[in-house]
Each structure stands twice: as C-alpha cells, then as structure tokens.
C-alpha cells in the first residue's frame, strides 16, 4: 500500500487496523485471521517498491491525468510480467492503458464500497486487455471471495451506467416536489426491495462523488440522463457532501 506521505501513510494504515479490530469486535473475524491479515500489509511512499509486485491496483482520485501519469509510473517500475489494474468507477480504463507500454496487462478492478463488506467486483475489460491477464485478473477477485460482473469499457460501466441517472432524477424529482425525500426513501425501500432509499444512498455515497461521475460520463457521452441537477451542484459548492461531511440531505452526527 503507497501513499503520496508519511503522514497519509500512517493515516491509511490506522484506518485498516480498526477496520480490522472492528470485524474482530463484531464476531466476524478471529483475532488470529486479523493477526494474519496484518502482517501481510506493508505500506510505501516511493513507487519504486512495486518492483516485485505481480498485481497492482490504483485507486487515486478520479482525475484521468492523474491516473495516466501514475500508470506511467508503474509501467517503469513494474516488472514484465506485472498487471496494473484500475479501481476508477467512470474514467476510460483504456486511456491509462494508452499511458503504458503494456496495454494487454491493463484492466478495470472496480470494488464497491464498502469493500470488506460488498460481494461484487466489476472486471473492465478494455478492447486491448490479453486473455491471460484478463483470467489472472478474475480469479484474483473470486479469491477475495467476490463476485465477478464483467464490462467492457464504457463510461460507467455497469453499476454507475444504471445508478447515475436514477439518483439524478430522484434529486430532480425532489426539486420538483414530488415527494418529501423521507417518502421517496421509504417508496423505494419498501416498494422495491431495495436496502436504501436514493437520498439515503446519496449521502453514503457522496454527493461530491456522484456529481463527478455524472460530470465525466456527461463529458464523454454526452447523454442528457447524466446532466447533474442544479441541486446537487449547490449542496456540493455548499460543502453537503452526505455522511462525510456530516451533512448531506440528512445531517449525522459525530
């Protein structure tokens, strides 16, 4: 695990040990399985410690320059042999493996959030993505114990294709006043089986990151299903980002 800092390093890891406490806490983890999970995690700042790493997964912020810039990185680094996979939820998996000089060793591995707790993983194949890596890549994920949904590589893949606009235009439809945003929760709940309802689902998601997934499908394909709302983007500017910032079309508390 690398982090651009010392101090993000240690910030990370600390995360992943009361993830891990947490799961021992639960019941849903033993001590010893948490003490073994531990001592495989080793953290990094310097890419040059992927040089013997047979897979790795990038997972910074959605900006596709950012991401090319650090698969060229990898692609210096990595030996031959290594596949670099994205965890992007909407960027083209294809432009970073155009950054490299291994394109064929080059896919999509998009967890759902939370990780340690979502069964599903969507495997992005892009049109240049080789059978052998794409058959490592796989059962990488059906070791962890996921479930495999295959895509290729188009903006949103699949969940974020379906998801995107559905929570647009709930958001739309709350402008509209429709409905309270508690009674499209509770309609949605108990009316299609669902765990959340669209605002709830907003708020764990992130208002921010749902406004940047539609903004770069948008900007792509431009599908009006993914014009982001006026709403949105002001409770955005506003800072309501939903549960991590305390406030979205619920408020939390600590």
């Known amino acids: ?28 983890l033993a ?15 310097e890419m040059g410690d992927f040089a013997t790493c047979d897979l790795i997964i990038e997972a910074v912020p959605e900006n596709l320059s950012l991401k090319r810039q650090v698969f ?22 294809t432009e970073m493996a155009a950054a490299t000089r291994r394109p ?14 979502m069964p599903l993983l969507e495997v992005v194949r892009t049109f240049l993505t080789g059978d052998e890596a794409f058959a490592a890549a796989r059962a990488f994920g059906e070791s962890l114990g996921k479930t495999i949904v295959v895509s290729k590589d188009t903006p949103g893949f699949i969940v974020n294709l379906l998801l995107i606009p559905y929570l647009l235009h709930a958001i739309e439809a709350l402008e509209r006043g429709v409905a309270t945003k508690e009674d499209f929760d509770t309609a949605i709940k108990l009316g299609l089986n669902h765990p959340m309802g669209p605002f709830t689902l907003l708020d764990f998601v992130g208002l921010d990151t749902v406004l940047f997934i539609a903004d770069a499908v948008f900007e792509e394909t431009k599908d009006p299903r993914f014009v982001a709302p006026p709403l949105l983007r002001r409770m955005v500017s506003a800072g309501f ?11 939390y508390g600590k």
Do not use: C
Request: hydrophobic share 45%.
């Open 241 to 251: 980002l939903g549960r991590k910032s305390g406030r979205g079309f619920y408020e």
């Open 31 to 45: 001590a010893e399985a948490r003490d073994a999970a531990w001592s495989r995690i080793r953290g990094a700042t």
């Open 72 to 93: 060229a990185e990898l692609d210096a680094v990595a030996p031959p042999h290594a596949i670099l996979a994205s965890n992007t939820s909407s960027l083209s998996v």
């Open 1 to 28: 695990m690398r982090e651009a800092t010392p101090a993000l390093l240690e910030a990370g890891l600390q995360r992943i040990a009361a993830s891990l406490e947490r799961a021992v806490s639960r019941g849903k």
């Open 104 to 117: 064929a060793q080059v896919l999509g591995l998009h967890f759902m959030q939370p990780v340690p707790v």
